[in-house]
């Protein structure tokens, strides 16, 4: 991974230290027939392939595999009134962790430790919006990185497609993108992109990272359980 990129992920990590333990009435947790199920002891396990890159100091000896679980666990977590339900992260390589899934209204998204550095807010999905609608968030609470203003841009890019995820086979399946772009003076400018694919009542089947138009990070879902 590169050494910017880790700089990058350092900074997105910076201000969501003020979360809480739930101080409101969370709302109910979406269902298992939904994009992003929220439903108690649900849970997702996916195969995880880390990339070295060309410009890497410290190249990594092939592909680095991992193995992630994330079982919602009935807790929630409160990020400035964004009201989230708990997912206990399982690595092999990184050890136990947790995600914060939530929905606002209709728009769909997680919390997530990008490691080994960053909690990140990933708005993946408006679940009534049409192919082509964007729309823009902060990946981190004060929209700067390193002093500069950070942007997302979030675009559902395919709706009900057929994707194939190793031996299986996911019908009604959306397809979004969340681009991140930096302004250091001359404009915003590409920083990381991600490809997020969901099953209808299963969740993520699949996100692909890209750090400056580099393939760096590939999730790919083995089996589930929804509940």
Not at 46 to 71: C, H, M, N, Q
Not at 144 to 171: A, C, H
Not at 179 to 197: E, I, M, P, R
Request: with cysteine.
């Amino acid at each position: 991974m590169k050494k910017h990129l880790l700089v990058i992920l350092a900074f997105l990590s910076i201000g969501y230290t003020g979360c809480k333990d739930n101080a409101y009435t969370p709302p109910p947790p979406l269902q298992a027939d939904s994009y992003l199920p929220e439903t108690f002891g649900s849970n997702w396990r996916y195969r995880d392939s880390i990339y070295s890159e060309p410009t890497d100091t410290a190249t990594l000896a092939g592909v680095k595999i991992d193995t992630l679980t994330f079982t919602i666990n009935g807790g929630t977590t409160d990020f400035n009134a964004t009201i989230c339900y708990n997912a206990a992260i399982s690595s092999i390589q990184n050890g136990p962790g947790t995600a914060y899934f939530f929905a606002k209204k209709h728009t769909l998204g997680l919390f997530e430790q990008v490691t080994p550095f960053g909690l990140t807010d990933f708005e993946i999905l408006v679940d009534t919006a049409s192919v082509g609608y964007s729309w823009v968030n902060a990946p981190t609470q004060n929209t700067l990185l390193n002093g500069n203003p950070i942007k997302s841009i979030n675009t559902i890019v395919e709706k009900n497609i057929v994707k194939k995820v190793g031996l299986q086979t996911f019908t009604d399946v959306i397809h979004t993108s969340v681009n991140f772009q930096v302004n250091k003076g001359t404009g915003f400018h590409n920083v990381a992109y991600y490809d997020f694919y969901m099953a209808k009542g299963i969740g993520v089947i699949e996100k692909d990272a890209y750090v400056y138009g580099n393939l760096n990070e590939t999730e790919t879902i083995i089996d589930y359980n929804i509940k």
